[in-house]
């Protein structure tokens, strides 16, 4: 069974330009969870999807970062116009309906570089 | 609100020495609580978890007791292997199926 995969695992752009994130949680959860890590802080919390809908985006920093879950399965985070402090490691997780408790299942990440 | 405090890194270790990373907890009810770790070039992986007070966790070595009367969580292995070398977060949920938080990670290096 294939894991979270996330794309790219890379990019580097400049302030002011646009980037989107993908995640593809394994197939069939249900709970898809964005994540992010800044400069070796604390990895923090962004945005809770069941299926298609945010079932909690208290994370989120800004309404520059706009999150979709189209059809209940990939998901994207588009960050516009990117900010210098928006550098950092993005995390998606994914989880089944109804398994064990709380457990989340991570992507490798993608690494943005905001320059 | 729902926090972590973590040990801060790195931590360098000789092989086959004992390892302890602390973790403490504020929260509101009765958290589950984790250990994740990201081994490099690599996504967080569930290294071991405990769902109520006096749980242990374990896996490959590691292990950690839920304390609630300290509120922590500590991470322990006997005897570290090289491989071991990562960086380990402690995390707590305290809704069903919702958000994790996290501390800042501590990274550990394990030397020959």
């Known amino acids: 069974e294939a894991g979270v995969t996330q794309f790219p695992s890379h990019s580097v752009i400049e302030k002011g330009q646009t980037v989107t994130l993908r995640c593809d949680p394994i197939?069939?959860?249900?709970?898809l969870y964005w994540y992010r890590r800044v400069m070796g802080k604390e990895i923090k919390f962004l945005l809770h999807?069941?299926?298609?809908?945010?079932?909690?985006e208290s994370g989120m920093p800004n309404n520059r970062f706009l999150a979709e879950r189209t059809g209940g399965t990939y998901s994207t985070l588009k960050v516009q116009p990117a900010e210098l402090e928006d550098s950092g490691v993005y995390f998606c997780?994914?989880?089944?309906?109804?398994?064990?408790?709380?457990?989340?299942?991570f992507g490798p990440g993608t690494r943005l570089t905001v320059t | 609100g729902d926090s972590v405090t973590q040990m801060e890194g790195p931590v360098t270790l000789s092989e086959e020495a004992f390892l302890t990373i602390n973790c403490t907890y504020t929260?509101?009810?009765?958290?589950?609580l984790f250990w994740y770790v990201q081994y490099p070039g690599e996504g967080l992986q569930l290294l071991l978890k405990?769902?109520?007070?006096?749980d242990k966790g374990s896996n490959k070595g590691f292990e950690a007791t839920y304390r609630k009367e300290t509120t922590s969580f500590h991470l322990e292995k006997g005897s570290v292997q090289v491989s071991d070398s990562a960086v380990y977060f402690c995390?707590?949920?305290?809704?069903?199926?919702?958000?994790?938080?996290f501390g800042q990670g501590t990274e550990l290096s394990v030397k020959p």
């Open positions: 197939s069939g959860h249900d709970n």
């Open positions: 929260a509101t009810g009765y958290p589950s």
């Open positions: 999807f069941v299926k298609e809908s945010k079932q909690d």
């Open positions: 405990a769902t109520k007070a006096d």
């Open positions: 995390a707590l949920s305290s809704n069903q199926g919702g958000k994790l938080i």
């Open positions: 997780a994914s989880s089944p309906a109804g398994g064990f408790p709380y457990e989340q299942y």
